[in-house]
């Protein structure tokens, strides 16, 4: 590392460095001023509150609270920022101007407050893309004003440490990125790091493609998509800051463990307040309550042991509920749940017809079709109670005017006894009609809504999926028997209650039509994480239930460990649940070295589909080793040894990756003996330094050092298996071992030989 005295601008640069701390100084002291200011007036307003109008003194407080939180927001993020205020520069010299524009650049930006000058400029703001996207010459960004076009003169790299400048760098076309091969190079005990600085032009392009459309991003192992996921929701947030909340946004991630990650870097990025959550706890908070579910990896767990019988089986359902197939016969389904939604009986006021089913039903059917059906019921019931007392009173004066007609009748036709007799019953028919209408109360509206179905979209799902003759209906000449008796079978656990995974979004698409989503559950903008474990249905269900399109969903198929669930292919997602997405590749791998990817690559070849090869950012480490052991306690004793290792080697996260739970519970039972040692599980947070993972929850994790262990369990040449190596292999950034009792258990042969250690 160079010093940054040697560099010619060293001076200018200090002096640039040093303004810019003071000046957030003097921010910051005045705004630790107006902050106390804005708390006295609080504190005053609530001791006034009794002796002023107490109106006006709410709206005192609510004020001053909302001027607080702002400086506070501010204080927070300049106190952020203080000791690294910025990380780039650009120099820019616009067409038809005459002097050079000069920009910091840094995680927010902060004006002079006499003269809108900038003193930094927010990596998100549009004049930064230049820095990003542009190499030295002719550049272009777009603005408000419309494209501007111009020169870049300089680009510029800083590290700033304790807010004191340690390197100037400056970019020309020629010079690699240093400072991403610095942070790359790194020892990890943080994951998502911040990488602002560092973004590279292909995820730059995923961070600002267009936000009015929805996004299929296909990125290799380590190719940022998490990173690059919060990244763009934080741009979001910029662009839309004022006119979408963060709450309005959403990031589906694929467990407990990985939103822990998530979380971590969210306050980072001003993005804490999106939903993060699970697509199975947002199905839960769509339906008001929580499923019993069957672990999600239980499944993977069966597929990848060789003891499990019926495998096509559980695959073929598993794809099946996922796809439009299946989708065809919750509409055939639901379109009968519909038209026998509304009872059949006429809604009466004592004799009197109020509302024929029929009319209700066409209502029903078709003025309220753009509402869920309970909402539909809610607006048939509020137009019998609205009608009803008008309707009655009507009916009370035809009551009265047939009376009175049949009086004069009476009166003319009738005498003496007769007349008498006659003025008397119908007198008397007359009050027991009006009594009756009379006694009849807005209760009926009530009594009859009873009649409609209360059943969830849960009960109807369970219904059909465990009544053989309901599905063989819906399911008409699209499926053989054979195929029904398949998804009965497979759909057993429904009956005790127990719901898979998969059974989750058919559930989601008809909770949507039976009783709509809540208003706080619906989104702007949704990001999936892993998104090749998703299928066609989850998708189009979500779509639904979020009432959003703006969907960005990053995933690597070469990693589709749950390929029997999840899809195959991004094209279908386009075609049929996002049309008009933009589709982006990111082919570079940022996480892991070349002799790593190399073997990573080689592996994946086997798999013999055209799944996209990963191109590592040139950054070289020692080639994978493998130990070749006998015994159980020979690899015991080895795997200790290389722990060992790795920890001399200054490596601060370590993952020892078995291929299922019993392998991994069994080498941690042994390792927990000898040292501090944590066994990885779906829900838990990594707390360890080293960590003992079964294959099937490696995805997207990474560590410094991983050792894959094989002995009882080795993996075989299905796709399935050939893909959780492939996962396994990638979580390393800086050192990859494999220990086991032959290559083979690694799908290793002689000519991979070249891939590894001596
Ligand atoms: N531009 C960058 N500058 C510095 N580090 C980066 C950059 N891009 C990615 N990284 C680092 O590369 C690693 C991989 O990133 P991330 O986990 O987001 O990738 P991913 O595509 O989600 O991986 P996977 O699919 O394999 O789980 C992380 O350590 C991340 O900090």
Redesign the pocket.
Known sequence: MSSPKDHPDYKNEKNRLEYTKDYIQSILEVASTTQGGYKENIKDAFVNLDHLDSSLSYINILTNARLLELIQGDIRNLSNIKHKPYFGRVDFDRDGAHQTETYYIGKVSLYRRDNQEPVIVDWRSPIANIYYDGRLGEVSYDSEEGEQRGQLALKRQYLIEHGELEEIRDIDVTTRDEL?QR??SETSDKR??D?VA???EE?NNVIRADLQKPMIVQ?V????????ALHRLSYFIYIYSGKVAPEEMMILAPNKMFINFIAESLPELGVEKIRQTTFSDYVFACLGKRLKLTDANEKLKALISPETEGKEDIKWVSQLKGSIRFENILKRYLKDIRNNYVPEDDVFISRFRLYPSKRLRQLFIKDYQYLPFEKRKEKIQELLKSNFQQRKKKILQQIEESFEERYDQINSRYKGEERREKMVRLLDNKEKRTAEVKGVTKKMVADYMKKFPKKHGIDYYKELLTDRKLLEKYAGDDFSAQEIEKLTIQSAGLKQNVFDLEDLAPILYLHTYIKGIPKELKMKYVVIDEGQDYNLLQIRALRRATGTNLFTILG?LS?GIHAYRGTEDWASFISHALPNANYLTLQKS??TTVEIMDLANALLGKLGKDLPAAEPVVRHGEKPSIILVDTKKQLLEELAEKIHQEQEKGFRSIAVIGKTEKECKWIYQQLKKQMDVQLLKDTDELEHSLVIVPSYLA??L?FDAVIITSFDETYSDHELDLKLLYVTI?RGMHSLSLIGRHRSAFRLDEQDTIYLQD
């Open positions: 991403l942070s790359l998502l790091n990488i560092t973004i590279q995820q990125g192992a380590g190719s940022g998509k998490t990173t690059i690597d990693q940022y996480r995805k997207g990474e990638t």
